[in-house]
T-cell receptor, first 113, second 112 residues
Framework: AQKVTQAQTEISVVEKEDVTLDCVYE???????LFWYKQPPSGELVFLIR??????QNEISGRYSWNFQKSTSSFNFTITASQVVDSAVYFC??????????FGKGTMLLVSP | DAGVTQSPTHLIKTRGQHVTLRCSPI?????VSWYQQVLGQGPQFIFQ???????GRGNFPDRFSARQFPNYSSELNVNALLLGDSALYLC???????????FGPGTRLTVT
């Protein structure tokens, strides 16, 4: 069985602060994929990143960065210099042998001016 | 290019009724998946179709069924609606299995 845990239910920061969203996963698959999605108030899930289990290199995309550590089964997401537009619910998800996504419960990020 | 489209946007049904939700994938995408998202939770997998064949089924009762058409669009059907079926139903498409999935705006179903 696959499981994704996002222990942080809600995080509040002030604009320009850095924030890290935690994600811990469980799977018995040797090949799997990890994802982050953003769900703004409009409700539509927006794809942010996909990593496969064989690629542990950290990735940076603008103000976003991801830290994948297989040893601790974690795939954390950091937003640098947060902005009000970053306010949303962020979901970490896992895809294993059947390619369907198992989502965590999400972390609501509130960025205030 | 158009993204994933879903219809209707909102729907209100009464307990015991039947509902059909529709999804059109991104052009060129052959895989469609359905998810149910209850308020305050992450999406839960219902079905996945690829090339018109069911490739996966989540832990949902037989009241839930789906199909994929030759043009890769898909329908999700729910019979004998219960209050607990009230949720946002999300459709996602991908070029093939194991690729990232792109989600539509969802259909908000309210069962009274």
């Amino acid at each position: 069985a696959q499981k994704v845990t996002q222990a942080q239910t809600e995080i509040s920061v002030v604009e320009k602060e850095d924030v890290t969203l935690d994600c811990v996963y469980e799977t018995r698959d040797t090949t799997y994929y990890l994802f982050w999605y953003k769900q703004p108030p409009s409700g539509e899930l927006v794809f942010l990143i996909r990593r496969n289990s064989f690629d542990e290199q950290n990735e940076i995309s603008g103000r976003y960065s991801w830290n994948f550590q297989k040893s601790t089964s974690s795939f954390n997401f950091t937003i640098t210099a947060s902005q009000v537009v970053d306010s949303a619910v962020y979901f970490c998800a896992l895809s294993g042998g059947y390619s369907t996504l198992t989502f965590g419960k999400g972390t609501m990020l509130l960025v205030s001016p | 290019d158009a993204g994933v489209t879903q219809s209707p946007t909102h729907l209100i049904k009464t307990r015991g009724q039947h509902v059909t939700l529709r999804c059109s994938p991104i052009s060129g995408h052959k895989s469609v998946s359905w998810y149910q998202q209850v308020l305050g939770q992450g999406p839960q997998f219902i079905f996945q179709y690829y090339e018109k064949e069911e490739r996966g089924r989540g832990n949902f009762p037989d009241r839930f069924s789906a199909r994929q058409f030759p043009n890769y669009s898909s329908e999700l059907n729910v019979n004998a609606l219960l209050l607990g079926d009230s949720a946002l139903y999300l459709c996602a498409s991908s070029p093939a299995v194991f690729w990232e999935q792109y989600f539509g705006p969802g259909t908000r179903l309210t069962v009274t």
